[in-house]
């Protein structure tokens, strides 16, 4: 899958598109979801150009996954999500349910997220 410069998540990055903002670095953009589904619901998006967590995994530098792992860690503990816990989800293309073709990790938190996968 190539990417495409017109998703969502890309325009946020060049802020065309306004987002409620809760960590940004050279490498990491995270944000509030638009629509949550948690009392936390965070979004972390790399600031380069991969479509999903396979492609990051495989194509990024070793900075970029680590400030992406490290942002995860951070939010979470000035969100005060470690103690409770929290959950992190990647969907991913067709079968993963993934909407936005920029690759993002959706951390929720604040309450029992509930069962893993819908019956
Ligand atoms: P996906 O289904 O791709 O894993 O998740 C995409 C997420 O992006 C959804 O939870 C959706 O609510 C969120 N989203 C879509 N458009 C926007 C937007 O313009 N701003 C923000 N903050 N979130 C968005």
Do not use: W
């Amino acid at each position: 899958m190539s990417y495409d410069d017109n998703n969502i998540f890309a325009k946020i990055l060049r802020g065309e598109i306004p987002c409620d903002e809760v960590y940004r670095n050279e490498y990491v953009l995270a944000f509030n979801d638009i629509a949550p589904q948690a009392p936390h619901h965070i979004l972390v998006i790399p600031t380069g150009k991969y479509v999903s967590i396979d492609d990051f995994g495989r194509n990024a530098s070793a900075e970029e996954l680590q400030a992406f792992y490290k942002a995860i860690d951070e939010i979470v503990e000035e969100k005060g999500l470690k103690e409770k816990g929290f959950r992190c989800i990647a969907n991913t293309r067709e079968h993963g349910g993934q909407e936005v073709p920029h690759y993002h990790m959706h951390i929720l938190g604040g309450q029992p997220i509930g069962p893993m996968v819908s019956k």
